[in-house]
């Protein structure tokens, strides 16, 4: 992983610190959040916050001190438009993982949580790439490609996974910014905050953030 600012640290030990078997690691979290904002349907941060620490809805929180969880909403949000400002200036930054044995940079946990994203809206994802772009359809064959490769799916051999697995890494970028494209000429995603689909959610009633306040309190 680059050396990263001591705010993505703490971010990266808190996901550790989830009451989960599998908690989601930062570069899984980077991929899916990358995924959500080139995703051509927006998801609501209501939607996709409780997947990241693994509850069934979003009034459930992930710590139970609601200092903890506001922080750590704050800090998941903090990322996402920090995304949403590299991608409008077109210098996507992944955050991948690095294999300290030999240098190989891991890339495979990023492209999972992408692939994440993409689930929560698959009918989008695939009439997008039947639209007739036919650089956004490539690039989208090639990241489910690489997907298929990360996760032990390709039916390629093993000459051509290594051949691609060596280049993902340089690759990836290329292709989000080509569904980047194609999403902006659809309207620009907007910089999100926890409370930007919360608007249904009664004054009193706890926020959908999952921080234990009550709505008016927090994102209200």
Known sequence: MRQLPSR???????????????????????GFLTGLLVCPEAVPPGEWLPIIWGSEGADDAPFEDPIDTQWFVDAVMARYNEIVRDLGRRKPRPIFDIDERNGDVLWEPWLDGFA???ALRPESW???????????????????????????????DSIAINAMSDRAHIEIAGHILAVHDRRMRGGPMPAASPGTHAARAGRNEPCPCGSGKKFKRCCG
């Open 8 to 30: 993505l640290r703490r971010l990266d030990d808190a996901l550790a610190d989830l009451p989960l078997d599998e908690p989601m690691l930062l570069t899984e979290l980077d």
């Open 116 to 118: 994440e994203a993409m």
């Open 126 to 156: 695939a009439a997008l790439a039947d639209d007739g772009d036919e650089d956004t359809a490539a690039a989208i064959s090639r990241l489910s490609l690489l997907i298929a490769i990360a996760r032990g799916d390709s039916m390629l």
